[in-house]
């Protein structure tokens, strides 16, 4: 006759069924956590291309400044040297006018003019008889 079998392998069987049963739900959420992960992983790869573009047209928003900035320094060079020619032409200008008459003596010029005008027309003319 033979021995009746344990009953501890089955016993064994349905724990180790019973733990996979547990462990289930903790595997399908891991599995669940680990698309949202990849998920995000693709949301963050898309935000550093989005962010390498920028960072592209930045350089080159830089470069177009830098290029600006060099045409404004030259156009600051040409300007100056203009403000040196306009100083001059001041200058002359003002040497000019501290040579012009004042008004008293433009006054007392055409007064002078007129008596003598004066005087040669009432006593240099000869009178008739």
């Known amino acids: 006759m033979r021995a009746p079998m344990p009953r ?4 064994a069987d349905e724990e180790a069924l019973d733990i996979l049963r547990r462990l289930e739900p903790v595997l399908h959420e891991i599995q669940t956590e680990q698309k949202e992960q ?3 992983i693709v949301g963050l790869r898309e935000d550093i291309a989005e962010i390498r573009t920028e960072q592209k047209e930045q350089r080159r928003d830089i470069v177009g400044l830098r ?3 060099a045409e404004i320094r030259t156009e600051q060079k040409e300007q ?7 100083r001059e032409d001041i200058a002359e200008m ?9 008004l008293w003596q433009l006054l ?3 007064f002078g ?3 003598s ?3 040669f027309l009432r006593f240099g003319m000869p009178t008739h008889p």
Do not use: C, H, N, Y
């Open 67 to 69: 290029e600006d900035i």
């Open 94 to 102: 003002k040497g000019r006018v501290s040579q012009m008459p004042t």
């Open 113 to 115: 003019i007129m008596g």
């Open 38 to 40: 990849r998920r995000d």
């Open 8 to 11: 501890q392998p089955q016993r």
């Open 80 to 86: 100056r040297r203009d403000i040196v020619g306009l």
């Open 117 to 119: 005008v004066f005087a």
């Open 108 to 110: 007392v010029g055409v």
